[in-house]
């Protein structure tokens, strides 16, 4: 069964940081690109960022270049998503999933439960 | 980017009604199209890929039709576990996704 888990959110000053993790189990995690999608509250859903099978690459949407930062560790099966200079409208719901690599048209077809971001002072 | 419109934004509906949801491209993006499920508290769910394609396991009354910018997702029964809010995506270039679709219950 393939499992994906979220760790690391919470509640973040402005111009905090805070970092989430994403733990995947149940498939070739160095075969697959991933990504962080998020939901504002009472919003859509948000592309924010995608990383590449190796690691090689990564892409993030306007709203967050700069400021946020994916990587992962194949060995530990884990994806790291660092967030700097967090703003209120970054506050939401952040899900890791599998797939949604720019330019390839590809597909979510796993997506962790999410973990919940507040930015507030 | 590639902007994704769906229509309408809400839709009221009966168990065993049939339902469409409209999602239009800004750009052309071949099938490069894809629909989720999103029920609160979950996760979203991958229904169709590809414009067509039927995600493994899920139910055959949801189908999805349509390329360039103009593309469909056709409940032909709806089932109480059908009220959520439904997304299109496009994965042709950056994704994006529709504004949603919330399918209540009539």
């Known amino acids: 069964e393939v499992q994906l888990v979220e760790s690391g959110g919470g509640v973040a000053q402005p111009g905090g940081s805070l970092r989430l993790s994403c733990v995947v189990s149940g498939l070739t995690f160095r075969n697959y690109a991933m990504s962080w999608v998020r939901q504002a509250p009472g919003k859509g859903l948000e592309w924010v960022a995608a990383?590449?099978?190796?690691?090689?690459?990564?892409h993030y949407a306007d709203s967050v270049k700069g400021r946020f930062s994916f990587s992962r560790d194949n060995s530990k099966n884990t994806l790291y998503l660092q967030m700097n200079s967090l703003r209120a409208e970054d506050t939401g719901v952040y899900y890791c999933?599998?797939?949604?690599?720019?330019?390839?048209?590809?597909?979510?077809?796993?997506w962790g439960q999410g973990t919940l971001v507040t930015v507030s002072s | 980017d590639i902007q994704m419109t769906q229509s309408p934004s809400s839709l009221s509906a009966s168990v065993g009604d049939r339902v469409t949801i409209t999602c239009r491209a800004s750009q052309s993006i071949k099938t490069s199209l894809n629909w989720y499920q999103h029920q609160p508290g979950k996760p979203p769910k991958l229904l169709i890929y590809?414009?067509?394609g039927l995600q493994s396991g899920v139910p055959s009354r949801f189908s999805g039709s349509g390329s360039g910018t103009h593309f469909t997702l056709t409940i032909s029964s709806l089932q109480p576990e059908d009220f959520a809010t439904y997304y299109c995506?496009?994965?042709?270039?950056?994704?994006?996704f529709g504004q949603g679709t919330r399918v209540e219950i009539q």
């Open positions: 999933a599998k797939g949604l690599l720019p330019y390839t048209g590809s597909y979510a077809d796993y």
């Open positions: 590809a414009a067509s």
């Open positions: 995506q496009q994965s042709s270039t950056v994704p994006t």
């Open positions: 990383i590449g099978a190796s690691g090689g690459s990564s």
